[in-house]
């Protein structure tokens, strides 16, 4: 199974911030990941895909990039409303998998 | 607009089975393929397994922790996406998503999840 690390599990930032969170997966998923938001008590929300696609409908703000083993979620200038639990996911080949979580508070 | 409606989730013992029902509306439920995801309370997610459309064969594919123990299936003359559960654990509690399959092969809509306890 492919091994998805995220980096840091837990983020304490301020409204305004840019913020970079690290995905590295344990083999090559070339850009087969994706990045989900959630929230406490509600569904995940995909935001980012094929590394670097930004989902309709979500704020410009937020950007991937990365290919191979490495990619990063940048949101540029964090909002009230973007204070959550960020996701990475591969599926490059199955299981798909998630990163264990980035957990994203205000400062 | 896209919308997904899980039920049938509640308190089992061990040992157990359960049905989990999720209604599709929306968007054309047969030209998608489907997954389940559960999260474990205060825990990441977990991607259950998938069901492919028509046209794959309504293929699947599980995680290996419920391989041989749980089954998805679908309805597509009811816009309905089933997972059966047996000989659940109390590894197996947990909030339970059923999830659309875009195009491009990610999760792009998700409904709101249905919880399932698996508890003595």
């Known amino acids: 199974d492919i091994q998805l690390t995220q980096s840091p599990s837990f983020l304490s930032a301020s409204v305004g911030d840019r913020v970079i969170i690290t995905c590295r997966a344990s083999q090559d998923i070339s850009s087969y990941s994706a990045w989900y938001q959630q929230k406490p008590g509600e569904a995940p929300k995909l935001l980012i895909y094929s590394a670097s696609t930004l989902q309709s409908g979500v704020p410009s703000r937020f950007s991937g990039s990365g290919s191979g083993t490495e990619f990063t979620l940048t949101i540029s200038s964090l909002q009230p409303e973007d204070f959550a639990t960020y996701y990475c996911?591969?599926?490059?080949?199955?299981?798909?998998?998630f990163g264990q979580g980035t957990r994203l508070e205000i400062k | 607009e896209v919308q997904l409606v899980e039920s049938g989730g509640g308190l089992v013992q061990p040992g157990g089975s359960l049905r989990l029902s999720c209604a599709a509306s929306?968007?054309?439920?047969?030209?998608?393929?489907m997954d389940w995801v559960r999260q474990a309370p205060g825990k990441g997610l977990e991607w259950v397994g998938r069901i492919r459309k028509k046209s794959n064969s309504y293929t699947t594919e599980y995680a290996a922790s419920v391989k041989g123990r749980f089954t998805i299936s679908r309805d597509d003359s009811k816009n309905s996406l089933y997972l059966q559960m047996n000989s659940l654990k109390t590894e197996d509690t947990a909030v339970y998503f059923c999830?659309?399959?875009?195009?491009?092969?990610?999760?792009?809509?998700w409904g709101q999840g249905t919880l399932v306890t698996v508890s003595s």
């Open positions: 999830s659309r399959v875009s195009s491009d092969y990610d999760n792009d809509y």
């Open positions: 996911r591969q599926r490059k080949s199955y299981p798909i998998t």
């Open positions: 929306g968007f054309s439920f047969s030209d998608h393929y």
